[in-house]
């Protein structure tokens, strides 16, 4: 395994094992995907870069610092939606692209049926948001695509992992970081990550 960042704060700990937890309604489940989403684009941000802004506090001048606007947003529809309304706060003017992928119940492989980026992408950082990455066929088509528009730089925020979808990333996407807040066992035989939380947009979205 290369290029993973796991973020194992307290806070994540506490909030993943709401979200893992099946008896755990609709409401609670969006209040610590919000927790969550938080703190993995807090770390993803931390390769953003400052510009120097000199301002007048109320007693002196000094150096402050302003975030560079380099990054877009890539939720992959229709579960990375999930993460994108809790990240917005943080970096409100981020453009926003969008891929839409469903896997198929039966193949586990994904489907695209949408998709529209933001001009330029070639010179931002592109982080891709998917809660689950599991056999990693969505992210990896996600990034292929996004690659094909010119992207260069691209990372990967999730929320749980498994080691077969790091290691299709790792193989077809050695350049790509993945930030991701657990490191499941495996897959099972229905590609759902174990022990998972399930069907993330199922969870979230009520349905
Ligand atoms: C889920 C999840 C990922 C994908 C992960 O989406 O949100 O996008 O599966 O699986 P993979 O790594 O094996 O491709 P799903 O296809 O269920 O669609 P949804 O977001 O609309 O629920
Ligand atoms: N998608 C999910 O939502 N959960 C999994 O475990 C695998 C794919």
Redesign the pocket.
């Known amino acids: 395994m290369q290029n993973v960042q796991l973020i194992d704060h307290p806070l994540v700990k506490h909030s993943l094992t709401i979200l893992r937890d099946k008896n755990t309604d609709t409401e609670t489940f969006r209040r610590h995907t919000a927790i969550v989403s938080q703190i993995i684009i807090m770390e993803a941000s931390r390769s953003c870069k400052l510009t120097k802004k000199q301002i007048e506090t109320p007693i002196s001048e000094t150096t402050g610092y302003e975030i560079y606007r380099s990054m877009v947003f890539v939720p ?5 939606i999930s993460m994108l309304v809790h990240s917005r706060d943080f970096l409100p003017w981020t453009p926003v692209g969008f891929i ?4 198929d119940e039966e193949t ?3 489907r695209e049926y949408y998709q529209k980026f933001p001009e330029n992408i070639e010179k931002k950082l592109v982080l891709v948001l ?12 996600t990034i292929a695509r996004l690659k094909e528009k010119g992207a260069k730089r691209i990372a990967l925020a999730c929320i749980v992992a ?1 080691p077969e ?1 790091i290691k ?1 990333i790792n193989d077809a996407h050695p350049d790509v970081h993945i930030y991701t807040t657990a490191i499941d066992d495996h ?1 099972n035989e229905k ?1 759902y990550i174990v022990p998972g939380l399930g ?4 969870r979230y ?1 009520g ?1």
């Open positions: 992959v529809l229709r579960a990375g839409g992928l469903e896997r586990a492989i994904a998917d809660p689950m990455l599991a056999t990693g066929g969505s992210v990896s088509d498994a979808g299709r897959l590609k069907d993330f947009g199922d979205f349905t």
